[in-house]
């Protein structure tokens, strides 16, 4: 399936839907960090997004934030995404100005960002990189 997002007409009022991207990776909670691990070499990816038991996003894991347990490789086959230190919510929301986003992901130090719905669940993500193409381009 592929999900298309609108492109701004004007830099002045664009919103986090204006600049989010599709995710096409994400991982179950209870995944282990060697099937996490698997992901991120084969699809070359650097996060995924991680999923409750209900499909609700829970939060992103990095490649580097499981770079710990990948030490121990008698402990990554058992141990699950859920258990390891992961960026959880809070998330945010299609409708939240994109200025606002582009600052709080500055002060929060982060460079991708999952977007949700009202429900809690993954519509797409949002990078500080795509955020300050979109903010800087000069206005139609």
Same mark, same amino acid.
């Given at each position: 399936?592929?999900? !298309?997002?609108?492109?701004?007409? $004007? ?10 991207? #599709? ?25 995924? #997004?991680?999923r ?8 992103? #894991?990095? $490649? ?7 030490? $121990?490789s ?5 141990? /699950?995404? !859920?258990?390891? /230190? ?28 999952? #977007? ?18 979109l ?6």
């Amino acid at each position: 399936m592929t999900i !298309s997002f609108p492109h701004p007409a $004007r830099s002045g009022h664009l919103t986090v839907a204006d600049a989010m991207d #599709v995710c096409a990776y994400q991982i179950a909670d209870d995944s282990t960090v060697d099937q996490a691990n698997d992901i991120f070499r084969s699809a070359h990816v650097e996060y995924l #997004v991680v999923r409750g038991h209900d499909g609700r996003c829970e939060g992103l #894991v990095t $490649r580097a934030g499981l770079h710990p347990f990948l030490t $121990r490789s008698w402990y990554t086959d058992r141990t /699950a995404i !859920s258990s390891t /230190a992961y960026q959880r919510g809070p998330f945010t929301w299609p409708s939240m100005g994109l200025r606002l986003a582009a600052v709080a992901m500055r002060i929060k130090h982060l460079a991708i960002w999952p #977007v949700v719905d009202a429900d809690g669940y993954l519509l797409g993500v949002l990078t500080a990189g795509r955020a300050a193409t979109l903010l800087a381009a000069p206005s139609a």
